[in-house]
């Protein structure tokens, strides 16, 4: 069997992380190297490397993941289109992803540039 990614790890309470919502699917929790205000990664439970490599069989948990990100932002009170937040998913090399498990960024709290670099 192949080793634990970080990610799994914080899943299984292996290492901490500040979990901010968890559900039968995902788990979500606060980045250890905020790049702004909030900055919440939401993660499928499933070890899914990376967007590439999902499947039609995961079309329900990108969705959740997706929907879990909106609430989180409500609930951090970034939905107004006054405010507003940014969803990235990093992939592979070039795309910046150092975790092989799929995650979802969620970032705001401040006025973020475009385009990223
Ligand atoms: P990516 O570069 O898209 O693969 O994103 C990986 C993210 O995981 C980075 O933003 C890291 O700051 C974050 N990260 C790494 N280790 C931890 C950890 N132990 N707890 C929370 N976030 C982490």
Same mark, same amino acid.
């Given at each position: 069997m192949s080793e634990k990614t970080l990610f799994e790890r914080i899943i299984d309470r292996e290492i901490p992380a500040d979990i901010v919502h968890e559900d039968e699917i995902c788990l979500a929790f606060k980045d %250890?190297?905020?790049?702004?205000?909030f900055h919440i990664l939401i993660i499928p439970?499933?070890? %899914?490397?990376r967007l590439g490599e999902a499947?039609?069989?995961?079309q329900s948990a990108l969705g959740h993941l997706l929907l879990t990100a909106r609430s989180i932002a409500s609930d951090l009170g970034l939905s107004d289109k006054e405010k507003g937040f940014r969803i990235v998913i990093n992939n592979g090399n070039d795309g910046g992803e150092t975790v092989p498990h799929l995650h979802v960024h969620l970032i705001g709290g401040r006025a973020l540039n475009w385009p990223p670099g």
């Open positions: %250890i190297a905020p790049q702004a205000p439970k499933k070890p %899914i490397p499947g039609n069989e995961d």
